[in-house]
Nanobody
């Protein structure tokens, strides 16, 4: 089992930057694919970015490609999401998620069994 705790959310102006982090418990972090998802009020939870267990492959939603960067530090059991050129439409609760390494697409929310409680990111116009 993996426990996930997000941090680093907050309020930022449009065009600004923010980095959110996700600290994971357990000694098997390096064997988990990690993902970031977000949910805005009244909308479904959507995929943002994901990184394979070994960090060799990343994938991004089209809406954040070129602006967001996902990374991980397996020594620190932490995954990061660097968000640049933020837009008001990026406002949402951002969730960290983990799954045992898999060949399934990392964009599929239901393939991730472990979730954090989320951190609010608000981008003002």
């Amino acid at each position: 089992q993996v426990q996930l705790v997000e941090s680093g959310g907050g309020l930022v102006q449009a065009g600004g930057s923010l980095r959110v982090s996700c600290a994971a418990s357990g000694r098997t972090f390096s064997s988990y694919d990690m993902g970031w998802f977000r949910q805005a009020p009244g909308k479904e939870r959507e995929f943002v970015a994901a990184i394979m267990w070994d960090g060799r492959s990343t994938t991004y939603a089209d809406s954040v490609k070129g602006r967001f960067t996902i990374s991980r530090d397996n020594d620190k059991n932490t995954v990061y999401l660097q968000m640049n050129s933020l837009k008001p439409e990026d406002t949402a609760v951002y969730y960290c998620a983990a799954r045992p390494r898999s060949f399934s697409s990392m964009e599929l929310v239901w393939t991730f069994p472990y979730w954090g409680v989320g951190t609010q990111v608000t981008v003002s116009s």
